[in-house]
């Protein structure tokens, strides 16, 4: 059993900076890679970021210039730190992991964390 559990949601003033956290625990293998996709009310999940084993990362374009993905290996956690945060930024946030284990690969989400950027 594989489980992700995020936290660092929350309310922020815009213009404020929020941290999420996403810990992978359980019977997982081989993490590759880690990402962070947001939803909005109404709108389909859209991604935000990418962080390779290596530590290669990407970033949607709503992301770029203000977001910042990062893992820790040992611990099988990745962080988005999220600055100059914008009312659009408001969405459930979602962390994704991608393993492989025996040549298969397999996704596993976690449960979401609100983030509501509002004055």
């Known amino acids: 059993q594989v489980q992700l559990v995020e936290s660092g949601g929350g309310l922020v003033q815009p213009g404020g900076s929020l941290r999420l956290s996403c810990a992978a625990s359980g019977n997982i293998f081989s993490i590759n890679a880690m990402h962070w996709y947001r939803q909005a009310p109404g709108k389909q999940r859209e991604w935000v970021a990418v962080i390779t084993s290596s530590g290669s990362t990407n970033y949607g374009d709503s992301a770029k210039g203000r977001f910042t993905i990062s893992r820790d290996n040992a611990k099988n956690t990745v962080s988005l730190q999220m600055n100059s945060l914008k009312p659009e930024d408001t969405a459930v946030y979602y962390c994704?992991?991608?393993?492989?284990?025996?040549?298969?690969?397999?996704?596993?989400w976690g449960q979401g964390t609100q983030v509501t950027v509002s004055s």
């Open positions: 994704k992991v991608v393993s492989t284990a025996a040549g298969i690969r397999y996704e596993y």
